[in-house]
T-cell receptor, first 113, second 112 residues
Framework: DAGVIQSPRHEVTEMGQEVTLRCKPI?????LFWYRQTMMRGLELLIY????????DSGMPEDRFSAKMPNASFSTLKIQPSEPRDSAVYFC???????????FGSGTQLSVL | SQQGEEDPQALSIQEGENATMNCSYK?????LQWYRQNSGRGLVHLIL?????REKHSGRLRVTLDTSKKSSSLLITASRAADTASYFC????????????FGAGTQVVVTP
C-alpha cells in the first residue's frame, strides 16, 4: 500500500489566492482527518470525516476554510482567500474504524506570501 | 485547546541511555496513543494503549497509563541516534466519535 498521499508537497502562493490541498487516504480506511501544524499552535485538528461525511468541523478556523470528501478515496481542503497566517504544514491522516491509530501523509508545506 | 500535555518539552540524552517522557490529559479517554515525527516528515504511530490497560510494550518502547492520574509515560530504552525526533501523545476522547487530539510534543535529541 502506498500510504496516505498528499499533494502538493509544497505550495507557495500570494495572499488572496485560492489554495487547494489534496489527499488520498489508504484504501479501505473509512475515517479521514485534516490537521494543521505550526510552531506556535502545534497540531490542530481541523475536520474529520467518517464514511465521507463530515463529523466535526469545529476546528476549521474560519469560513475561508472548507473541506470535502466526494468519495472514499479523495478529499480536499480549500482556503479561499488565503492569508499569510495560514502558512503551516497541513497533514491528512486516515484510519479504519473509530478510535484507531492514524496513518499520516507527508504533509503539504503551505507558504502564503 | 490541546488535550494532552507532554513533559518535558525537550530532552537531550546520549546513546544507550533511556528516555522518558510524560503526558497528562484532562477528560475521559477511550485510548491514548504515541506518535513520532522526524523533522520535515509526517507522524508515525508507535503504540496505542486502551483505557483498561496499564502497560504496554513494543520493542524498546514501554508505555504506561494511569487513568486515575490522567497521565501516561513513554519510555525508550537503550536509545539510538535514530530515535532523535519529536514524540507526541494523542488522546481519543470518549465523548467524541473518534476525535484524536495531540499534545505539544517532546523533542528528543540522542547524541552518539
Amino acid at each position: 500500500d502506498a500510504g496516505v498521499i498528499q499533494s502538493p508537497r509544497h505550495e507557495v502562493t500570494e495572499m488572496g489566492q485560492e489554495v487547494t490541498l489534496r489527499c488520498k487516504p489508504i484504501s479501505g480506511h473509512n475515517s479521514l482527518f485534516w490537521y494543521r501544524q505550526t510552531m506556535m499552535r502545534g497540531l490542530e485538528l481541523l475536520i474529520y470525516f467518517n464514511n465521507n461525511v463530515p463529523i466535526d468541523d469545529s476546528g476549521m478556523p474560519e469560513d475561508r476554510f472548507s473541506a470535502k470528501m466526494p468519495n472514499a478515496s479523495f478529499s480536499t481542503l480549500k482556503i479561499q482567500p488565503s492569508e499569510p497566517r495560514d502558512s503551516a504544514v497541513y497533514f491528512c491522516a486516515s484510519s479504519f474504524g473509530q478510535f484507531e491509530k492514524l496513518f499520516f501523509g507527508s504533509g503539504t508545506q503551505l507558504s502564503v506570501l | 485547546s490541546q488535550q494532552g500535555e507532554e513533559d518535558p518539552q525537550a530532552l537531550s540524552i546520549q546513546e544507550g541511555e533511556n528516555a522518558t517522557m510524560n503526558c497528562s490529559y484532562k477528560t475521559s479517554i477511550n485510548n491514548l496513543q504515541w506518535y513520532r515525527q522526524n523533522s520535515g516528515r509526517g507522524l508515525v504511530h508507535l503504540i496505542l494503549i486502551r483505557s483498561n490497560e496499564r502497560e504496554k510494550h513494543s520493542g524498546r518502547l514501554r508505555v504506561t497509563l494511569d487513568t486515575s492520574k490522567k497521565s501516561s509515560s513513554l519510555l525508550i530504552t537503550a536509545s539510538r541516534a535514530a530515535d532523535t525526533a519529536s514524540y507526541f501523545c494523542a488522546t481519543a476522547l470518549f465523548d467524541s466519535w473518534g476525535k484524536l487530539q495531540f499534545g505539544a510534543g517532546t523533542q528528543v535529541v540522542v547524541t552518539p
